[in-house]
């Protein structure tokens, strides 16, 4: 099918589901849910398309009067400054369309699941964590995305060892699937009399939230305990078995969760956070499956790999997987400039799989 083929498939795709949803004919409730929302995707290709043709009718008109021999002289120059613009626009038009063309990833418009825990470096590291933690719920608020706390494990004095939060929202995994992997910090901490700069790290994963019919437990796989909530959680903790602890047997997956009062709630908790660990391992297995023939990637996707350091003194940030360096730190912690790394980020993706395709 070639470019031009491709575009006219799109936009009758579009008419076709302005038609369906604009009649309402044999249309219930859940199909023009989904109807709607494969609209609503087509939104930004069917603009983009409109703007390309326009520039290709643009330039087909100004030729026709260069073609005319009636057309006077200033008309001919200006359908030559025409051509000349519609020329220089056209190439990056058909670059953003191809690039949204681009096969999709169901997975991409799934929520997810952050965990962030802390690495190399004891209190350091579980202060960085939680900072990173902070960073990704201030970006969520930029994004206008939710952002749910489900279960953290503190140090008690402001550091988590390990962290996880529920993000729903629009395209959330797409535009945070490339933050899983090392995290690493280098500053002076307060405790260090000498100053002397200490490198410490932290690990992120961001996996694809599963729903129940994306993936089924046998409940005869799990293996559940109940018991008393420790440490700082108000003045249920010690007095009830609110806690859940959930095994993964065949796995070996352990989630506990412990934040609720209520145990019902800690167990729904955990098992959103499990199914989720379990969807990502199968998803991960197919993406191998996939990639063996795949030469360029934005990093490997295994989450042992240093993919950032935040250098404090320096005032940097830099991503090793696309060698990219901003002197905004703070910007980024807050959460305001970490967009400018992720559309980085989504935007190498994006040119290495289009090279694979030509």
Known sequence: MSFEEKLDVVLARHEELESLLGSGDNVDGETFVKLSKELAGLKDIVAAIQAYKKVIADMDGAQALLDDPETDDEMRSMAHDEIYEAKEKLPELEKQLKILLLPKNAVDEKNAILEVRAGTGGEEAALFAAELFRMYEHYAATQGWKFEMLSVNDTGIGGYKEASASITGRNVFERLKFESGVHRVQRVPETESSGRVHTSAATVAVLPEAEEVDLKIDEKDLKI????ASGAGGQHVNKTESAVRITHIPTGFVVACQDERSQFKNKDRAMRILRSRLYDMQQ???NKERAVDRKNQVGSGDRSERIRTYNFPQGRVTDHRI????????????????????????????????????
């Open 225 to 228: 305990d109940v018991y008393r």
């Open 323 to 358: 060698n990219l360096t901003l002197y905004k730190i703070d910007e980024v912690m807050n959460g305001t400039a970490l967009d400018e790394i992720i559309e980085a980020l989504i935007t190498e993706d994006q040119l290495s799989r289009l090279s694979e395709l030509e």
């Open 284 to 286: 991960e297995q197919l």
